[in-house]
């Protein structure tokens, strides 16, 4: 029901905006706010209109374009959703790859405890650990991977506090209603809210990359261009400076 009413909401909003300043239209992963919002002033700052950004978890922008968002680009935080779109007939062209990104365990600024995930199987339940849903959301898969990769996902389970996307997972912790949280390292940059306990070693995952598309009902003229200048140096600079790693 959300992620329709956010689709209604779009498709109102981009309906009353005259064509002739309309920018394409961006829908994209949670964790790209900060920076694609750089981006997209940059792009803007070049004569462009100004792109009409979205965002969500992967797996509801992927469900947006799916169902017919007037969308003209979508980011994913994975490759598994930019498939899953081209299965559906939704996607023009291969996808592009435009930034990586690393997992952290965040906590709260405020609280300096050291208990990390190795010590949480003797934390009571009430000790909590915000993440993206395992089934759904990249980084709640990532993270599951690198706890399996640990030997902790059986004991951990009872912790878990699975969130539709990372940033909300982010905010759990922000709020201190989670006691830990796994996210990205552009989500903490992105806080003043929390701290960084550790990384986790990219080893123990698959490799965290975003990737952005055209959609098949895209009809904006510069659409293309601006897919291309999402892999451009411009557009790393920003990636970077907000915490997203190289590719």
């Known amino acids: 029901m959300r992620g329709m009413l956010a689709l209604f909401c779009l498709t109102l909003c981009l309906s009353c905006a ?3 300043e309309r920018g394409p239209v961006i829908l994209a992963a949670a964790s790209m706010q900060e920076a694609l919002g750089d981006i997209a002033v940059d792009w803007q700052g070049d004569d462009n209109a100004m792109p009409s950004l979205s ?3 992967s797996a509801t922008v992927a469900r947006q374009v799916a169902d017919g968002a007037p969308a003209d680009l979508v980011i994913t935080a994975d490759r598994r959703w930019m498939d899953w ?4 007939g939704a996607l023009r062209g291969e996808p592009v790859a435009i930034a990586g990104n ?3 365990i965040i906590a709260p600024s405020g609280d300096a405890s050291e208990v990390d995930l190795e010590s949480l199987a003797a934390a009571p339940d009430t000790f909590r650990v915000a993440m993206g849903d395992p089934d759904t959301v990249p980084a709640g898969i990532f993270a599951r991977e690198a706890l399996q990769g640990l030997g902790l996902w059986d004991s951990l389970q009872g ?3 699975p969130t539709e996307n990372v940033r909300l997972a982010l905010a759990l912790v922000e709020r201190g209603e989670a006691a830990r ?10 806080s003043r809210g929390v701290r960084v306990v550790r990384e986790i070693d990219p080893s123990l995952h698959a490799p965290i990359i975003y990737f952005a598309a055209l959609t ?3 009809d904006h003229a510069d659409a293309a261009d601006l897919l ?4 451009s140096t411009n557009a790393r600079r920003h990636f970077t400076a907000r915490g997203f790693a190289s590719l």
């Open 216 to 218: 098949n009902a895209s």
């Open 159 to 161: 912790h878990i506090v």
């Open 228 to 231: 291309a200048y999402l892999s």
């Open 181 to 190: 949280g796994i996210v990205y390292a552009s989500d903490a940059t992105a």
């Open 102 to 104: 690393r997992l952290v």
């Open 55 to 57: 965002y969500a978890g």
């Open 85 to 88: 779109l081209a299965e559906q």
């Open 18 to 20: 005259p064509e002739t």
